[in-house]
């Protein structure tokens, strides 16, 4: 309602589309409980709708779940970074090739958690229909 966005996940406010007449809509602020017209603020005019309740359930339970997997991935990301920083360090081959081996199954586990978030922004993606 106050900045044009584009992803989904940068949403952070709902309100209520009422069709007045057919394909004639009225932005309803529930949270503030007063009519928005498109002459006022266009934006409540875009955006993203779901077809029932049980959607925006599914919705939101998927945008958590994402959410903690962006940590997850985040958390691998810092502890590889902390492990290469180590291996540049590191004078002995034995601890390097050590050091080169963890770092190769963190970036394994860095890619793993990429593609479970690309499916789950893939499923946040089919259940938010734009507006």
């Given at each position: 309602k106050d900045t044009a966005i584009s992803n989904i996940?940068?949403?952070n406010h709902a309100w209520v589309l009422a069709e007045v007449a057919l394909g004639e809509?009225?932005?309803?602020?529930?949270?503030?409980?007063?009519v928005v017209p498109k002459s006022k603020n266009a934006l409540y005019?875009?955006?993203w709708y779901f077809d029932s309740p049980a959607s925006l359930k599914s919705h939101n339970e998927l945008v958590r779940e994402y959410n903690i997997r962006v940590g997850i991935r985040n958390q691998i990301a810092?502890?590889?970074?902390?492990?290469i920083a180590e291996h540049n360090k590191s004078t002995d081959p034995a601890t390097a090739a050590r050091l080169e081996a963890v770092h190769n199954k963190l970036a394994e586990l860095i890619k793993q958690q990429?593609?479970?978030?690309?499916?789950?922004?893939?499923?946040?993606?089919k259940l938010a229909i734009p507006l």
């Open positions: 996940l940068q949403s809509y009225l932005a309803l602020e529930t949270t503030g409980g007063f005019y875009r955006g810092a502890e590889d970074n902390k492990v990429e593609a479970a978030l690309n499916n789950v922004m893939s499923e946040i993606n």
